[in-house]
């Protein structure tokens, strides 16, 4: 289970957005934003990918060989925390990571004992990006001007113009034998 801590916006101004879409007035600014974060949303499950930088926690129930994290791109594991035996919150500092191989797996060295209580283990990283590629950006962008256009349609959040789905395509995790691999392109 991975619960959101912080996230940062989206580096875009309501301006640029208003540009794009061709509005000269400020009286939708309230709408536009509301459908570019629906845009945001969509594009991060659609593609697997984390769009901004955002701290994660994971929970886990036990100690295993590896832990694979499904946030992408991972910038950092911040740290690791369980409850011992006593049920004493500690960090535990005895760790790998591995960023070589994808989806980022980082091993325990030597785990300890752990308190006999669901998900005593607490697990911090953060992963996404402070930049989006020039593409993907525009895509953002399209995906919007589609759904500021067909507003009121049934379907408008679900229909993503060809134009943004082939780039939103090329940046996609895709599942291959029951582990995400990268897509065509990959940024960090």
């Not at 402070?130 to 399209?142: F, Q």
């Not at 995400?180 to 392109?185: C, D, R, T």
Request: aromatic share 14%; hydrophobic share 35%; glycine share 4%.
């Amino acid at each position: 289970m991975f619960k959101v801590i912080s996230k940062e916006d989206f580096n875009i101004s309501i301006q640029e957005i208003r540009d794009f879409l061709r509005i000269d007035d400020e009286y939708q600014d309230d709408i536009l934003l509301s459908m570019f974060n629906s845009v945001m949303i969509y594009a991060e499950e659609y593609t697997g990918i984390t769009l901004t930088k955002t701290v994660y926690k994971a929970y886990k129930n036990n100690w295993c060989d590896n832990f694979y994290i499904y946030a992408t791109p991972v910038d950092s594991i911040d740290s690791i925390k369980y409850y011992d035996i006593n049920n004493v919150l500690q960090t535990q500092t005895d760790f790998n990571v591995t960023y070589e191989i994808y989806p980022y797996v980082y091993s325990l060295n030597n785990p300890p004992p752990l308190m006999n209580k669901p998900q005593p283990i607490e697990i911090t990283f953060t992963a996404g990006s402070s930049r989006c590629p020039t593409d993907l950006r525009t895509a953002l962008k399209m995906h919007t001007l589609s759904l500021f256009e067909n507003r009121g349609d049934d379907a408008s959040i679900t229909f993503i113009p060809a134009n943004a789905l082939v780039v939103y395509n090329k940046y996609k995790i895709v599942n291959i034998g029951g582990l995400p691999q990268k897509g065509f392109h990959y940024y960090v």
